[in-house]
């Protein structure tokens, strides 16, 4: 992904960036959206690192779980949420 800076006039010019926008051309024609990022989204804490090998994946994979089949699922539901 290509990073632009943006010097303060054109910062001015699209509001700060405090909400959603279009970008379009002098023709009229949209070029893309341009979504803000929260502040807040920078303080969320993000998952550390795959707790599990790839050998451990791999493992798993090969022998997948068939679950449960749907109608039992319900009926489990039907039970629990008359």
Known sequence: MSKV??????????NGLTQQLELYD???NLLGYCTPVDAHLHAV???GPDPFSDEQTAEALKTPDP?????????DLRRRYP
Do not use: S
């Open 26 to 28: 002098r023709h009229g």
């Open 45 to 47: 804490d993000l998952p």
């Open 5 to 14: 800076v943006l010097d303060e006039e054109m910062l001015a010019k699209l």
């Open 67 to 75: 679950g449960r089949p749907l109608a039992d699922i319900l009926a």
